[in-house]
């Protein structure tokens, strides 16, 4: 149990392009997602916090007008990168929150690793 | 949260235990340890977490100091495919966020 996907899983776009990824909890329902982003050879940064129906919590630094967060339903959330650069390219993680979950216990999807050209 | 301090990198041979240590000289009472690991080009994955008690589970096991400023996470026969980033995460018990450190390389040899 406790599955966490991401799609896609890679994705190559070019720059001035919008990138959307998706983030599912597949057997259960997710009150609150993270998005984190991960640089090569550098630990995971966390970008926001999502919570469904409700605007995104964006960490200090990460512009939300690029970065739209939007979790529209219990089990899935997305994260779309608006005209993106080559500074963009990233691997793109999402964890879910079991709702209900007085631990806010996390459970991490497999990563989209984005690449802009 | 409090901050951790764990070594960049650590060898062990297969089949030995694997005993990564991790300081949080600052934590607080209502703090708990939490050890994740992440293999390469993977999405993180949950190990263990503790308050005061050592605590074990089916992958690892977890020992906290009487005074909770240090903790070693231990692999009681490591494997190749342990070989990970481990990270060690002081989190306040409900609080919603993980802040992840550098961690520490465990490369597990043949």
């Known amino acids: 149990g406790a599955v966490v996907s991401q799609h896609p899983s890679w994705v190559i776009c070019k720059s001035g392009t919008s990138v959307k990824i998706e983030c599912r909890s597949l057997d259960f329902q997710a009150t609150t997602m993270f998005w984190y982003r991960q640089f090569p050879k550098q630990s995971l940064m966390l970008m926001a916090t999502?919570?469904?129906?409700?605007?995104?919590?964006?960490e200090q630094g990460v512009e939300k007008d690029k970065f739209l967060i939007n979790h529209a339903s219990l089990t899935l959330s997305t994260l779309t990168v608006t005209s993106a650069h080559p500074e963009d390219s990233s691997f793109y993680i999402c964890?879910?929150?079991?709702?209900?979950?007085?631990?806010?216990?996390?459970?991490f999807g497999p990563g989209t690793r984005l690449t802009v050209t | 949260d409090a901050k951790t301090t764990q070594p960049p990198s650590m060898d062990c041979a297969e089949g030995r235990a694997a005993n990564l240590p991790c300081n949080h000289s600052t934590i607080s009472g209502n703090e708990y340890v939490y050890w994740y690991r992440q293999i390469h080009s993977q999405g993180p994955q949950y190990i263990i977490h503790?308050?005061?008690n050592n605590e074990t589970n089916e992958m690892a096991s977890l020992i906290i100091t009487e005074d909770r400023k240090s903790s070693t996470l231990i692999l009681p026969h490591a494997t190749l495919r342990d070989t990970a980033v481990y990270y060690c995460i002081v989190r306040v018990q409900g609080g919603n966020k993980l802040v992840f450190g550098a961690g520490t390389i465990l490369r597990v040899k043949s």
């Open positions: 999502s919570n469904e129906g409700s605007k995104a919590t964006y």
């Open positions: 503790g308050l005061k």
């Open positions: 964890s879910a929150s079991p709702s209900g979950s007085w631990d806010y216990e996390q459970y």
